[in-house]
């Protein structure tokens, strides 16, 4: 099983650009998360995904940030116009629903907006 | 709401010295409770979990007992190791129509085991 799957792994933007993130949950896995992690904030859940429906983005930080989900095997994160106080590291995490499984997450991407 | 309060650290040790870090919740419903462990660069790395009451969580040396009583799972391991020098997040998850919650995460606790 190759895990839950994250690109880029680093991304280096100028402000304003469009910023898209992508993941490839774990094959059979049907909720998605999003994460950014930062120093001041901590672990903050972005937004989720059950069976490819979004469920909860009442921790989207602004109207600039949207998800989506297409399929059960991809997801991305999109910020139009990215910003500086948008640098983070972005993790994308999977499970099956209604298990206790724990989640299994992505190695991030690393996001630097200048 | 669902919340995680973990001891700050940065928690510094030496090697072979015993290991506790506190974490208590807030939380509706009888949640399931995990540890995470962040190796530097790395994603979190599911380190141990426990579903239900006097559940005890064991992986790798470490242990967490669920305490309903106290709302705590804190974490234990007998002698850490230069190896175990990370960041620890304690976390909780709830389900509701079915469906995944997404897990609420303490603000961490960073490790430091010495030679």
């Known amino acids: 099983d190759a895990g839950v799957i994250q690109s880029p792994r680093h991304e280096v933007t100028e402000m304003g650009q469009e910023v898209t993130l992508r993941c490839k949950p774990i094959s059979g896995h049907n909720s998605l998360f999003w994460y950014r992690q930062t120093m001041m904030r901590g672990l903050e859940l972005l937004i989720y995904?059950?069976?490819?429906?979004?469920?909860?983005d009442s921790g989207m930080p602004e109207d600039r940030f949207s998800a989506k989900m297409p399929n059960a095997s991809f997801s991305t994160l999109k910020i139009q116009p990215s910003e500086p106080r948008d640098s983070a590291v972005y993790f994308c995490?999977?499970?099956?629903?209604?298990?206790?499984?724990?989640?299994?997450f992505g190695s991030g991407t690393r996001l630097t907006v200048v | 709401g669902n919340s995680v309060t973990q001891m700050e650290g940065p928690v510094t040790l030496s090697e072979e010295a015993f290991l506790t870090i506190n974490c208590t919740y807030t939380a509706t419903g009888y949640p399931s409770l995990f540890w995470y462990v962040q190796y530097p660069g790395e994603g979190l790395q599911l380190l141990l979990k426990?579903?239900?009451?006097?559940d005890k969580g064991s992986n790798k040396g470490f242990e967490a007992t669920y305490r309903k009583e106290t709302t705590s799972f804190h974490l234990e391991k007998g002698s850490v190791q230069v190896s175990d020098s990370a960041v620890y997040f304690c976390?909780?998850?709830?389900?509701?129509?079915?469906?995944?919650?997404?897990?609420?995460f303490g603000k961490g606790t960073h490790l430091i085991i010495q030679p």
């Open positions: 995490a999977s499970t099956v629903t209604g298990g206790n499984y724990g989640y299994t």
């Open positions: 426990a579903t239900k009451a006097d």
């Open positions: 976390a909780l998850n709830s389900y509701s129509g079915g469906g995944a919650d997404g897990l609420t």
């Open positions: 995904f059950n069976n490819n429906v979004p469920i909860d």
